[in-house]
């Protein structure tokens, strides 16, 4: 496992603009859910009194890609989560979401690992393709929770996938994968 990276430190300044530290210039919440999907841990603090603000930017660019839609935690989740703040079961529910995200990416990165390292198939002419699509698609489908920057095909440097012809990446990718199953069909009569 690699050494933990110190956070990115931002500060709030009384205006309520939030300044990047080690790149000296205004960051947008945007921006911020940003580093975190690139597996970039982020620490908030405000300039004045010092205080840490992290789980309230965090929770405010929750609410706003919910509200825009992109919704992840259900009505129930949401619901459950407001029923722990009265209930003795809140001390029991940070630990419990922790194990549970914990565990997603421990079986994510297991999942990953299995298909280079162990698999027959990874000589197979094609297949490194493959496996940066279902990497794409991994992280596509887990919001990018697991911090891991691929750079396969359709990935930009900081391991995001590249907007604006998602219709022609997902034909090449349907044609792709046909052709892996033509070629994986051959191979086994």
Avoid at 43 to 69: C, F, M, N, P, W
Avoid at 72 to 87: E, G, I, K, N, Q
Avoid at 140 to 153: R, Y
Wanted: net charge negative; charged share 25%.
């Amino acid at each position: 496992m690699t050494e933990k990276q110190t956070p990115l430190l931002i500060k709030r300044y009384a205006s309520r603009r939030l300044y990047n530290t080690e790149t000296s210039d205004y960051v947008t919440l945007e921006d911020i859910a940003g580093f975190i999907r690139d597996g970039r841990e982020v620490k908030i603090v405000d300039l004045k009194s010092g205080d840490d603000l992290t789980r309230q930017y965090l929770l405010q660019i929750i609410a706003e890609h919910e509200s825009r839609g992109e919704s992840v935690l259900p009505v129930d989740v949401l619901t459950d989560l407001v029923r722990s703040y009265t209930t003795q079961s809140m001390s029991v529910v940070p630990q419990f979401l922790a194990m549970s995200f914990d565990m997603l990416r421990d079986g994510q990165t297991k999942m990953m690992e299995n298909m280079t390292r162990s698999n027959p198939m990874a000589s197979m002419p094609g297949f490194e393709a493959m496996r940066a699509q279902q990497e794409a698609f991994m992280k596509a489908m887990t919001g990018g929770m697991m911090g891991a920057g691929s750079t396969g095909p359709g990935a930009d440097a900081g391991g995001s996938a590249k907007k604006g012809k998602s219709g022609e990446d997902l034909d090449d990718i349907k044609a792709e994968l046909a052709a892996l199953q033509e070629k994986l069909a051959r191979m086994g009569k």
